[in-house]
């Protein structure tokens, strides 16, 4: 079974922290994901990697920044926290000879006080 | 027009029946499609997988792909209380890079007892 795993469940930070979110993914997926999911506005992509130090922009990647060192762990950095990135941060990997699939971690509640 | 459009909901049905659960997407050269189902507060997580025109079955789940209409459907038969999530369609849009989804708003469904 594939294994994704985020560093925190929930998470309170103040404006103005740097916050770093850890995703770990064990099925040597060569594609990681980082999303956040907002009421009313379904899952957004802030940025993904199709390899090591490999990334490219999501749809709204403005606020963030993300790091990927091993193939099996992908960061995602909010260099600033603002009140307006409180949301649930979503990563996921998947594999790139198989059909796409992409498998999720639990998530992390990230609230900016 | 979004590229990837499902009915709005929240779709109710009886315990028993089936749920029938709609998407369309906008981009002829799609080539993977996908149904997640998300229960309240947690990821989503993976159901349903479909990448040739036609049905395919898996217990209770059907999913189906008509790309000449360009819809894909889940259909929930024998519908629970447990299926009670909300569910996205996930559709990998042609010509789109490492295997980036485009995700559906999502569809609340309610089985009531």
């Known amino acids: 079974d594939v294994k994704v795993t985020q560093s925190s469940r929930y998470l309170v930070k103040r404006t103005g922290e740097k916050v770093f979110l850890e995703c770990v993914q064990d099925m040597d997926h060569e594609n990681m994901f980082w999303y956040r999911q907002d009421p009313g506005l379904g899952l957004r992509l802030i940025y993904f990697?199709?390899?090591?130090?490999?990334?490219e922009k999501g749809d709204i990647p403005e606020g963030y920044s993300v790091s990927r060192e091993k193939k099996e762990r992908f960061s995602l950095i909010l260099e600033s926290a603002s009140t307006n990135q409180t949301s649930m941060y979503l990563c996921?990997?998947?594999?790139?000879?198989?059909?796409?699939?992409?498998?999720f971690g639990p998530g992390t509640r990230l609230t900016v006080t | 027009q979004k590229e990837v459009e499902q009915n709005s909901g929240p779709l109710s049905v009886p315990e028993g029946a089936i749920a029938s659960l709609n998407c369309t997407y906008s981009?002829?050269?799609?080539?993977?499609f996908f149904w997640y189902r998300q229960y309240s507060g947690k990821s989503p997580e993976l159901i349903m997988f479909?990448?040739?025109?036609g049905d395919k079955e898996d217990g209770r789940f059907t999913a189906q792909l008509n790309k000449a209409s360009q819809y894909v459907s889940l259909l929930i038969r024998d519908s629970q209380p447990s299926d009670s999530a909300t569910y996205l369609c996930a559709v990998k849009i042609g010509g789109t890079s490492y295997g980036k989804l485009t995700f559906g708003q999502g569809t609340i469904l309610t089985v009531h007892p």
């Open positions: 981009d002829r050269g799609s080539q993977s």
């Open positions: 990697s199709y390899d090591v130090k490999m990334k």
């Open positions: 479909i990448y040739s025109n």
């Open positions: 996921a990997s998947s594999l790139v000879p198989k059909g796409n699939e992409q498998y």
